[in-house]
């Protein structure tokens, strides 16, 4: 039988009450972390114009854009969600399947809530929690043991359109068929590459946008009476063995399903960048705090990195180091690290248009070089190692194997609370105070909530 039919049957099976509680407590720290980095994300470069368009264009007042008071279709309206909440590089992550579910399921789960009307806050948390469960899995089965960052592909992206059209389908209270048929139609339209991050492109902060509008559209087409391939996973011309050639672990896949949660292990970022940088800013603030140096102190510094790592995030140096773009700064080693010995800080506010030519953190940066360990290569996140040394001789260094907010390091509710808050704060387009507490209180207890509707209202504005 196909993983599709498993996945949809998954979602029909499982229940609220079957989820287990770090589960359900990791699934509210996502809807947390989406709002606040969708609103502050708001108007930044592309998905800006996403927003703009959905409005442009019009249509049926379906479902809600954050941040406006404006309702479009709810394809689109999920589309313009997912683009702001996706525009940081802030939103949550699988560490070892190298995805982003949040900006999939929740985007989806707000649309088709408010499109349908009616779902309570139990429901919805365990739709985001199966669906983030499918993803991750559909990451995590691809080529197992290989570093996946060399083939090209946009993982959240690409394997975002099936799961948001199971997701989709799951809320409006498809058959299984229909469920199936929805995959299958998603399965024909997905897309997504890597070459946006290689060429700085704003594609990059879109691509899960793509991918909710395409999956929403495959549920509602399949509720109509559309019909897909229903062996849209492992058949002859199926998602692994065409986009994948066959590589990919069915047990990882699917065992265990409806009792193993990935979205138990699901990372809420600490700093606005690439999930891969953040071993090094760990590295690079535990050495500057535990050793006191200044700025000033610093004569060179050493990275030494994983063959996907320095792929994707150490090269080409020269524009690493001195990013064109904010999205070049996003996905670099140098500019993190950099941050994080000048600053003695990452935040927010060291990703714009203004930090990037910031003269202390390029300074810091022109400093920095860069070196392959092999024994720092991974198929999940790779460790990072940092050295600096200092203008007295001194040389400090220290590797980091996992990055703060991972699995093993998990971020606390509260710290989750002041993530959120700082987030509101960096916003162009706030929150309004008095919904801010609301928005919090109300997600602590999403569990006991009768209608997401009500989360909705706080939301627009």
Same mark, same amino acid.
């Not at 941040?67 to 479009?72: I, Q, S």
């Not at 809530?113 to 919805?124: D, T």
């Not at 980091?400 to 710290?415: H, L, N």
């Given at each position: 039988?196909?993983?599709?039919?498993? $996945?949809?049957?998954?979602?029909?099976?499982?229940?609220?009450?079957?989820? /287990? %509680?770090?589960?359900?407590?990791?699934?509210?720290?996502?809807?947390?972390?989406?709002?606040?980095?969708?609103?502050?994300?708001?108007?930044?470069?592309?998905?800006?114009?996403?927003?703009?368009? *959905?409005?442009?264009?019009?249509?049926?007042?379906?479902?809600?854009?954050?941040?406006?008071?404006?309702?479009?279709?709810?394809?689109?309206?999920?589309?313009?969600?997912?683009?702001?909440?996706?525009?940081?590089?802030?939103?949550?992550? #699988?560490?070892?399947?190298?995805?982003?579910?949040?900006?999939?399921?929740?985007?989806?789960?707000?649309?088709?809530?408010?499109?349908?009307?009616?779902?309570?806050?139990?429901?919805?948390? &365990?739709?985001? *929690?199966?669906?983030?469960?499918?993803?991750?899995?559909?990451?995590?089965?691809?080529?197992?043991?290989?570093?996946? #960052?060399? !083939?090209?592909?946009?993982?959240?992206?690409?394997?975002?359109?099936?799961?948001?059209?199971?997701?989709?389908?799951?809320?409006?209270?498809?058959?299984?068929?229909?469920?199936? !048929?929805?995959?299958?139609?998603?399965?024909?339209?997905?897309?997504?590459?890597?070459?946006?991050?290689?060429?700085?492109?704003?594609?990059?902060?879109?691509?899960?946008? $793509?991918?909710?509008?395409?999956?929403? #559209?495959? *549920?509602?087409?399949?509720?109509?009476?559309?019909?897909?391939?229903?062996?849209?996973?492992?058949?002859?011309?199926? !998602?692994?063995?065409?986009?994948?050639?066959?590589?990919?672990?069915?047990?990882?896949?699917?065992?265990?399903?409806?009792?193993?949660?990935?979205?138990?292990?699901?990372?809420?970022? /600490?700093?606005?960048?690439?999930?891969?940088? #953040?071993?090094?800013?760990?590295?690079?603030?535990?050495?500057?705090?535990?050793? &006191? $140096?200044?700025?000033?102190?610093?004569?060179?510094?050493?990275?030494?990195?994983?063959?996907?790592?320095?792929?994707?995030?150490?090269?080409?140096?020269?524009?690493?180091?001195?990013?064109?773009?904010?999205?070049?700064?996003?996905?670099?080693?140098?500019?993190?690290?950099?941050?994080?010995?000048?600053?003695?800080?990452?935040?927010?506010?060291?990703?714009?248009?203004?930090?990037?030519?910031?003269?202390?953190?390029?300074?810091?940066?022109?400093?920095?070089?860069?070196? !392959?360990?092999?024994?720092?290569?991974?198929?999940?996140?790779?460790?990072?190692?940092?050295?600096? =040394?200092?203008?007295?001789?001194?040389?400090?260094?220290?590797?980091?194997? =996992? %990055?703060?907010?991972?699995?093993?390091?998990?971020?606390?509710?509260?710290?989750?609370?002041?993530?959120?808050?700082?987030?509101?704060? $960096?916003?162009?387009?706030?929150?309004? /105070?008095?919904?801010?507490?609301?928005?919090?209180?109300?997600?602590?207890?999403?569990?006991?909530?009768?209608?997401?509707?009500?989360?909705?209202?706080?939301?627009?504005?």
């Amino acid at each position: 039988m196909d993983a599709s039919y498993l $996945f949809a049957r998954n979602f029909f099976n499982v229940k609220y009450e079957d989820l /287990p %509680a770090k589960v359900v407590e990791e699934t509210k720290k996502q809807v947390l972390d989406f709002i606040g980095v969708a609103i502050a994300g708001f108007n930044k470069d592309g998905a800006k114009e996403v927003r703009e368009l *959905a409005i442009e264009l019009g249509g049926a007042p379906q479902s809600s854009i954050i941040g406006t008071k404006v309702k479009v279709p709810a394809p689109n309206a999920a589309q313009a969600n997912a683009s702001v909440a996706h525009s940081l590089d802030f939103d949550d992550v #699988h560490e070892a399947a190298i995805m982003h579910p949040g900006v999939i399921t929740i985007p989806t789960s707000l649309a088709m809530a408010e499109y349908k009307g009616g779902l309570s806050g139990k429901e919805f948390i &365990k739709t985001v *929690a199966v669906g983030g469960d499918m993803i991750s899995r559909m990451g995590l089965a691809t080529r197992p043991g290989e570093n996946i #960052h060399k !083939y090209g592909w946009h993982f959240t992206t690409l394997n975002g359109y099936m799961t948001s059209a199971a997701v989709a389908s799951s809320i409006l209270g498809l058959s299984e068929e229909q469920m199936i !048929y929805a995959i299958g139609i998603a399965y024909h339209q997905s897309a997504g590459n890597g070459q946006a991050v290689k060429d700085s492109a704003l594609t990059k902060r879109l691509g899960p946008g $793509f991918s909710v509008r395409g999956g929403i #559209h495959a *549920a509602l087409l399949a509720q109509k009476g559309v019909t897909g391939a229903k062996n849209s996973m492992e058949g002859v011309n199926g !998602y692994y063995k065409v986009y994948h050639m066959g590589s990919y672990s069915r047990d990882i896949l699917i065992g265990e399903l409806g009792t193993r949660f990935e979205s138990a292990n699901i990372t809420i970022k /600490p700093y606005p960048c690439c999930r891969g940088v #953040h071993p090094f800013i760990d590295a690079a603030l535990y050495l500057v705090k535990e050793y &006191k $140096f200044e700025p000033e102190d610093v004569k060179s510094i050493m990275i030494w990195c994983g063959k996907g790592t320095q792929g994707l995030l150490g090269e080409p140096l020269e524009i690493k180091a001195k990013p064109r773009v904010v999205v070049d700064a996003q996905f670099s080693l140098a500019w993190g690290v950099a941050i994080a010995l000048a600053k003695k800080q990452v935040g927010l506010q060291h990703y714009t248009d203004e930090a990037i030519k910031d003269p202390a953190i390029l300074d810091m940066a022109a400093k920095i070089s860069l070196a !392959y360990d092999p024994a720092l290569d991974s198929t999940g996140l790779e460790p990072g190692r940092v050295a600096v =040394t200092l203008k007295d001789g001194k040389t400090y260094s220290v590797q980091m194997d =996992t %990055a703060t907010g991972s699995p093993e390091r998990p971020i606390t509710f509260e710290e989750c609370e002041n993530k959120f808050r700082n987030c509101i704060e $960096f916003a162009d387009r706030s929150l309004p /105070p008095e919904n801010v507490e609301k928005v919090i209180n109300m997600v602590k207890d999403l569990e006991n909530l009768s209608d997401i509707r009500e989360l909705i209202n706080l939301l627009v504005w």
